[in-house]
């Protein structure tokens, strides 16, 4: 069959440029990962605040006082966690987004205050120093990225250098979640349980109607922390699979605009936006 040189010149730029472009695969990962992130700092915020509904739930039924400032000073070591669990929140954020940029052959850009906020991480409490340090990272990342120019052709070292970082944060976020949001929810449960229950018994005309309205009010506040409870579980998850997609991009960076990376990057995506929308059902 006769085929004219021009249309062959044409087919074989319109190859080459499919071959240049990455997938939309790697860039889907990259926004939808990105995304989920950004959810994750009212669940964080929520660690000292259970804290604090729980002391205010201990307290005694018929108590008339303001003792806010008591229940503060009691979850102290969760309010002090939160900015820096906060600030991890917004490198890795910041982080995520610079790589969708790579991926879409654009210049990095970030949020320059992720400078200072790395540099005044420090350890505190379940948050430690290889956190720390691992938040660092990936801020250099962002600084040499913008500064430097980075392009897809110097990705994949950058991104074996960075992939450490982001297993120790993906991993240290996790485990403070699974360990320490599990225990203050527990525990206002407990504390919630106790007052309807005080409620109900300090009734001198043991009034059925209000023990059935107490009931139902129990019944809205466990429903709310089983909530949160299933969206602590998402959160978890989704750092797993950021983690493991992560190190999928790291392992296959030189090559992106590959099959194998499409076949590979896209379940870690459809999971992701699947737990997101479950976690969305309580933040």
Not at 25 to 43: G, Q
Not at 222 to 230: D, F, G, T, Y
Not at 269 to 281: A, F, P, V, W
């Amino acid at each position: 069959m006769f085929r004219s040189p021009k249309i062959c010149w044409l087919a074989a730029c319109l190859l080459a440029l499919a071959g240049c472009a990455p997938p939309e695969a790697v860039r889907e990962f990259t926004a939808v990962a990105k995304d989920a992130a950004i959810e994750f700092p009212p669940l964080v915020k929520d660690l000292a605040e259970s804290c604090i509904r729980r002391q205010l739930a201990s307290r005694p039924v018929g108590e008339i006082a303001d003792v806010d400032e008591q229940a503060g000073a009691a979850c102290k070591s969760l309010s002090d966690l939160e900015p820096q669990l906060l600030a991890t929140l917004r490198v890795l954020t910041n982080y995520l987004n610079a790589l969708n940029e790579l991926a879409s052959d654009e210049i990095v850009t970030y949020d320059k205050q992720i400078d200072s906020l790395a540099s005044n991480m420090q350890s505190v409490g379940a948050f430690q120093v290889s956190q720390v340090k691992a938040a660092g990272g990936l801020a250099k990342f962002l600084a040499d990225a913008a500064t430097s120019g980075y392009q897809r052709k110097k990705l994949a070292e950058a991104l074996k250098a960075a992939d450490v970082h982001i297993g120790v944060l993906c991993d240290g976020l996790g485990k403070i979640i699974r360990e320490d949001y599990t225990r203050v929810l527990e525990n206002e449960e407990n504390a919630l349980r106790s007052r309807y229950r005080d409620a109900i018994q300090a009734d001198p005309a043991k009034n059925s109607a209000v023990a059935l309205v107490l009931q139902e009010y129990w019944r809205r506040d466990l429903q709310i922390l089983n909530q949160k409870r299933a969206a602590a579980r998402d959160f978890e998850e989704i750092l797993v699979k950021i983690r493991d997609g992560h190190k999928v991009l790291a392992a296959q960076a030189s090559h992106w605009n590959t099959s194998e990376v499409i076949r590979t990057i896209a379940p870690y995506t459809g999971s992701i936006q699947s737990l997101i929308g479950d976690y969305r059902k309580a933040f």
